[in-house]
């Protein structure tokens, strides 16, 4: 919504949009045509994904083209529909391990079956991918659209004294356990933390508790850009994923996000994410599930102020020069045009593409 369907509207692009609308509390854009749907969660998916079906029978009509992101609605696809993109966003083969409500027997025998949808979809439907490394899961070359955010024109004011902040999913893999632990031991340092963000079944009993004893503050979903206004200033930003496999090839989000908004990144080892803050210097990396060493990066950006704000405005001239969504926007808007307008009828070939 904040990035592709933001381009879109204002390439002059006439946008249906099918998401879950009432079950994230969120008012959709005025400039849209929401259709909204229940949210899939956990094994409680069959009631979402047949709703879906029809929302996207009935979004599809008079549409130029049809995107869709997860893999579960190419099952879903109307069989009657425009041009159609398959948005890559996640090795889901690899990311089976980190849902836990998923029985052993389906986590062994489901990433051949995800192996085999992907081939099928990459000869059906064109493909965009979010990261380089998917490229190496199909036989053909796709375009890459990286995971990049809108970064302010000017740097954000330097970071304060008393809180850090979490932006993002709330998960084990994801790190719960380890962000619930480190906001204990922070209350005696008297810096609190913030998570802002929607989190599994099984994480929200511990985050209500952790509030309740008021460790931290959970601030539940919250849509993106105002997500990270509200991260703004915080001491550091907070990105402790798991060691699995879904999350080695990635750079994640939250982290250029960070860098974007000003603030020094802590985060742990994986690959793509330690070597952007070692080149760049904006922040620390700690050890997987190291709450003690998180504890003492947090404490050595409060107590170096002047190292601090120097790591946010490294992360932000990193992000400003590299991972500023409007730089590569254009190419993604322009990919779409050229796939709508080479699939639609002589008569249509000049419209405004309809985009779910």
């Known amino acids: 919504m904040h990035r592709q369907i933001r381009s879109l509207l204002e390439a002059g692009h006439e946008i249906t949009y099918v998401a879950p609308f ?9 400039r849209i045509r929401p259709i909204d749907v229940p949210r899939a969660v956990g094994r409680r998916r069959r009631r979402a994904l047949k709703a879906a079906r029809k929302a996207l029978k009935r979004g599809v009509e008079g549409a130029d083209l049809l995107i869709v992101h997860d893999i579960e609605l190419l099952f879903r696809l109307p069989r009657r529909r425009p041009a159609t993109v398959w948005d890559v966003h996640e090795d889901t083969a690899a990311a089976l ?27 059906r439907l064109h493909l965009i991918l979010a990261e380089e490394a998917y490229q190496e899961r199909f036989a053909q070359t796709h375009p890459i ?66 509030q309740r004893e008021g460790l ?21 930003g907070l990105s402790l994923l798991h060691d699995v496999p879904n999350y080695r090839q990635s750079m994640p989000t939250k982290v250029i996000e960070y860098m974007a908004r000003g603030i020094p990144v802590i985060t742990t080892p994986l690959p793509t994410a330690a070597s952007m803050i070692d080149r760049a210097r904006c922040g620390t990396v700690v050890p997987f599930g190291d709450v003690d060493a998180t ?42 045009e050229e796939w709508a307008t080479a699939s639609a009828a002589p008569a249509r070939a000049h419209r405004r593409a309809l985009v779910v």
């Open 22 to 30: 009432t079950d994230c509390n969120v008012t959709p854009d005025p």
């Open 97 to 123: 391990e980190a849902k836990p409500y998923l029985p052993e027997y389906l986590r062994r025998i489901l990433p051949s079956l995800v192996r085999r949808i992907e081939a099928r979809a990459e000869r």
């Open 145 to 210: 659209v990286l995971n990049t955010t809108y970064v302010p024109p000017r740097l954000p004011s330097p970071s304060g004294q008393n809180r850090v902040v979490y932006v993002g999913h709330l998960s084990q893999a994801r790190g719960a356990i380890e962000l619930i632990e480190l906001a204990r031991r922070l209350v005696p340092y008297g810096i609190r933390l913030d998570l802002i963000g929607a989190a599994d079944a099984e994480i929200r009993p511990l985050l209500r508790d952790a």
């Open 216 to 236: 931290l503050d959970w601030y539940g979903y919250v849509p993106n850009k105002h997500a990270l206004r509200m991260a703004e200033k915080a001491i550091a």
């Open 295 to 336: 504890l003492q990066a947090v404490l050595a950006l409060r107590d170096d102020p002047e190292e601090a704000s120097a790591m946010g405005a490294r992360g932000y001239a990193e992000a400003l020069s590299h991972y500023n969504w409007p730089d590569h926007s254009g190419a993604f808007v322009g990919r779409l």
